[in-house]
C-alpha cells in the first residue's frame, strides 16, 4: 500500500521535498541573507498551508477564523519567547541569521500533514466532511504558519528598527 502511495506521487512533489530539505539545511548555518530572502520560506509554507485549507468544507467560511487563532497563537508565542538578538546591517542590505534546525523540522512538519492529509483524503474521502479533522488540521496549519510568521516578523521589526542609511 505505501509503495504504491510513493509511485503514485507525482515528481514535483518530490522536487518539492528536495527544495525544502535544502532550504531547512541552509537554515541550521548562520548566515548573512537579505530579507526578502528570510521572507522565501515563510511565504512558500504559507501557500502549502493556504493550498490545504477548503472554505467550502464543513468548517465554511469559518475555516479561515480557526487558521488564523492557531497562526495568532504561535506568532505571538514565537515573538514573545524569543531571545537571540536579531542583528541587521542595512548599510549592506542584509540581516545575520543564526542558524536554527526549526526551519527545516517545521517544514518537514509541514510537508508531512499536507502528504498525509492529501494521502487519507484519497484513502477515505469522508474525512473532506468531518468538522473534527478539518478543524484539527487548520488549527494545526495556522500554528505552523504563525511560527514562521512570527519569526519573520521578528525579523521585519529589526530592519525597521535599524536607521537606513542616508546617501553622502
Do not use: C
Not at 548573512?32 to 528570510?38: E, F, N, Q, R
Not at 495568532?72 to 514565537?78: E, M
Amino acid at each position: 500500500m505505501i509503495q504504491q502511495i510513493i509511485s503514485h506521487t507525482p515528481l514535483y512533489v518530490w522536487a518539492l521535498l528536495a527544495f525544502l530539505m535544502y532550504r531547512g539545511w541552509l537554515a541550521s548555518k548562520d548566515r548573512a541573507t537579505s530579507l526578502l530572502k528570510v521572507a522565501l520560506i515563510p511565504l512558500v509554507m504559507l501557500g502549502l498551508a493556504v493550498s490545504g485549507i477548503r472554505g467550502g468544507g464543513p468548517l465554511g467560511q469559518m475555516v479561515w477564523a480557526v487558521w488564523a487563532v492557531g497562526a495568532a497563537v504561535s506568532g505571538t508565542l514565537i515573538w514573545t519567547l524569543s531571545t537571540r538578538e536579531v542583528r541587521v546591517d542595512r548599510a549592506a542590505g542584509t540581516i545575520l541569521q543564526r542558524g536554527s534546525w526549526m526551519p527545516l523540522g517545521l517544514m518537514m512538519a509541514i510537508f508531512a500533514t499536507k502528504y498525509s492529509v492529501a494521502v487519507l483524503s484519497a484513502i477515505q474521502p469522508e474525512l473532506a466532511h468531518n468538522l473534527l479533522f478539518a478543524t484539527a488540521i487548520t488549527l494545526l496549519y495556522g500554528v505552523f504558519n504563525g511560527l514562521f510568521l512570527g519569526r519573520l516578523a521578528r525579523y521585519t521589526a529589526a530592519w525597521m528598527r535599524q536607521p537606513a542609511t542616508v546617501a553622502a
